[in-house]
């Protein structure tokens, strides 16, 4: 039996972070390096074994410009839920806001100077499916979108997963060539990180979001 390092696992995934201010703007991402990303975000499982993945990879500048405006235009939609105060001030997420708002602004102001956005898709349309299939279509792509994620982080490149483009979804399709029957889960800015490292996050504790045998219901030590 293989035995892995337990440590360097569990250090890439709490450390695996969505990398927004920290994205180097100047340094080039080598292609060959974010195929083998994929390659490897491709071992990741899919419903019924479709395989139905792809990765649209966009590093022309013009193409760059033209999506970080559909994204511009997606987040604006979204502003006036995240200028109100969602928690209560002393909650963990509450203490966390601005700093997430702060982050935010600054990939609004600058996605356009990354040097790769990277669009996961599937293969299928279910927006008027059940729970079922929706479940099914984006549990088919998730996974692999987080294998690409910390593939990256391994090489010491940083992604950001976001989705506010989706609010204009058919024009994105329309700039890539994405055909109507495929469906975009995400818009992800992808460059080599500044500094040296990433820390694991502050988090509500996993105790109180986990639930045994019933919802609400928490293991006696």
Not at 65 to 88: I, K
Not at 167 to 189: C, Y
Request: proline share 5%; net charge neutral.
């Amino acid at each position: 039996m293989t035995t892995l390092d337990l440590a360097t696992v569990d250090r890439l995934l709490t450390t695996t972070r969505s990398v927004r201010k920290r994205l180097d703007l100047t340094r080039t991402v080598e292609p060959e390096v974010l195929e083998r990303c994929i390659e490897i975000a491709l071992q990741a499982p899919s419903g019924s074994n479709e395989q139905g993945w792809h990765f649209v990879v966009v590093t022309d500048r013009e193409m760059r410009t033209r999506l970080a405006a559909v994204y511009r235009r997606g987040l604006e939609l979204l502003l006036p839920a995240y200028t109100r105060e969602r928690f209560p001030a002393d909650d963990l997420r509450g203490r966390q806001l601005p700093g997430m708002l702060a982050s935010g602004f600054h990939l609004y102001e600058h996605l356009h100077e990354v040097p790769v956005l990277v669009i996961p898709c599937i293969e299928g349309r279910f927006e008027t499916a059940g729970v079922v299939m929706q479940a099914t279509l984006y549990g088919s792509i998730f996974p692999a979108v987080w294998s690409f994620m910390l593939a990256l982080r391994a090489r010491g490149i940083g992604a950001c997963l976001t989705t506010d483009h989706l609010f204009h979804e058919a024009e994105a399709a329309q700039i890539l060539g994405i055909p109507d029957t495929v469906t975009q889960v995400a818009l992800l800015p992808v460059a080599y990180f500044t500094g040296t490292d990433f820390r694991p996050a502050k988090r509500l504790p996993a105790r109180d979001r986990t639930h045994w045998n019933q919802w609400g219901a928490r293991r006696q030590a």
